[in-house]
Nanobody, 118 residues
Framework: QVHLVESGGGLVQAGGSLRLSCAASGSIGSIEDMGWYRQAPGKQRELVATITRIGTTNYADSVKARFTISRDKTKNTVYLQMNSLKPEDTAVYYC????????????WGQGTQVTVSS
């Protein structure tokens, strides 16, 4: 069972920056994809960014050129650097990890609130 601990959320003014972190522990397989998703009030959870084991990244169009995802494989940690934040980025951000151990298993963090004031 993979355990995820997220940190770094908070309140920031528009145009500001935040950095989210998510540390994974307890994996007995291979951590493959890591990523961030978000869910705003009244909306469905959506992809923000993902990064594969070999470093290939994918971003939602709405965050391209503003957000950067990275990972430290030695620490099983994924980061999301968020710059030029906008009020519409306000949401609960969830870390996702896909582990391979005789099949793929997805794990989710507890979520961290990001609030961007105008």
């Amino acid at each position: 069972q993979v355990h995820l601990v997220e940190s770094g959320g908070g309140l920031v003014q528009a145009g500001g920056s935040l950095r989210l972190s998510c540390a994974a522990s307890g994996s007995i397989g291979s951590i493959e994809d890591m990523g961030w998703y978000r869910q705003a009030p009244g909306k469905q959870r959506e992809l923000v960014a993902t990064i594969t084991r070999i470093g290939t990244t994918n971003y939602a169009d709405s965050v391209k050129a503003r957000f950067t995802i990275s990972r430290d494989k030695t620490k099983n940690t994924v980061y999301l650097q968020m710059n030029s934040l906008k009020p519409e980025d306000t949401a609960v951000y969830y870390c996702n990890v896909r582990e391979y151990y005789f099949g793929y298993n997805d794990y989710w963090g507890q979520g961290t609130q990001v609030t961007v004031s105008s």
